[in-house]
């Protein structure tokens, strides 16, 4: 891989979670960021700790992604001020435990253009630069709901679906550019993600979750390494594997069902 000095990385919802531990990653290894979330405080705090312990250059910007035209503020932000985005990292994110009957719709706009609108503007619109330049690398978080349809969270498990096709077939359009595309599908995490879900109820959220960091370490090293889709944790790899190996939608369903149940 080239050289990481004056590289940069942009990471989405980097204020906490998944994604405050991959900017630790970049950060570890020289890479100077550009660190966007609607937390204004939690950023600030993040770029005073990481320019003095790492001595890299930190960008803060506030932003709500769930806006339509956040990703084109987001993008003339970085050419005002000659940001060149060589790790784009497409992490925020969210979901919502309950049936589909129960939920305001309004939720639902929200999520999905935050979970599959932004994520696909932005990254046509920094892959662009990538290609021209012959060097880049895409990480989309997606999530082990992406391998199966999900009751209880049906429109965040088919976001993630999203996500993890559009990120796969950009793998293979990007062939022979110098720009690979990731996704990362992880299964629940410690993060706040079960929180902002109200999935404190589900079956599937209960046991030991996965910790923020290994889940990124997972992520960052098969972004760095050019690979296709990365699932951390056997367990989760198993059930990734079984969906493909279901003979039956049905049964696939039923089994998603059992596993989403309340508790």
């Given at each position: 891989m080239t050289t990481t000095k004056q590289k940069t990385a942009l990471i989405?919802?980097?204020s906490s979670g998944i994604g405050y531990e991959l900017a630790k990653l970049f950060a570890q290894d020289g890479i100077n960021l550009v660190l966007v979330a609607r937390r204004k405080s939690l950023l600030e705090e993040i770029e005073k700790d990481f320019?003095?312990?790492?001595?890299i250059i930190v960008h803060c910007v506030e932003l709500d992604l769930a806006l339509l035209d956040s990703p084109a503020q987001l993008y003339q932000f970085c050419q005002k001020n000659n940001?060149?985005?060589d790790y784009l990292v497409n992490n925020a994110g969210y979901g919502d435990y309950g049936k589909l009957v129960t939920v305001d719709p309004a939720l639902y706009q929200n999520m999905l253009t935050l979970n599959v609108l932004t994520i696909t503007t932005l990254t046509s619109l920094f892959v662009r630069d990538?290609?021209?330049r012959r060097f880049g690398y895409i990480l989309n978080i997606?999530?082990?709901a992406a391998f199966q349809p999900v009751p209880q969270m049906a429109v965040y498990g088919a976001s993630k679906t999203y996500v993890m096709h559009f990120t796969e077939a950009l793998h293979a359009e990007l062939r022979g550019t110098g720009v690979k595309a990731t996704v990362?599908?992880?299964g629940v995490t410690e993060t706040g993600f079960v929180e902002r879900a109200n999935m404190g109820g589900a079956a599937y959220a209960q046991g030991t979750l996965?910790?923020?960091s290994r889940v990124a370490l997972a992520g960052y090293r098969g972004m760095m390494a050019g690979k296709l889709n990365v699932v951390p944790g056997f367990f989760n790899k198993l059930l990734s594997i079984s969906t493909g190996l279901t003979p039956s939608r049905?049964?696939?369903l039923a089994i998603s069902s059992f596993v989403m149940r309340g508790k």
């Open positions: 989405t919802g980097a320019e003095q312990r790492y001595k940001l060149q985005v990538m290609v021209q997606g999530s082990l990362l599908n992880p996965l910790k923020a049905r049964v696939l």
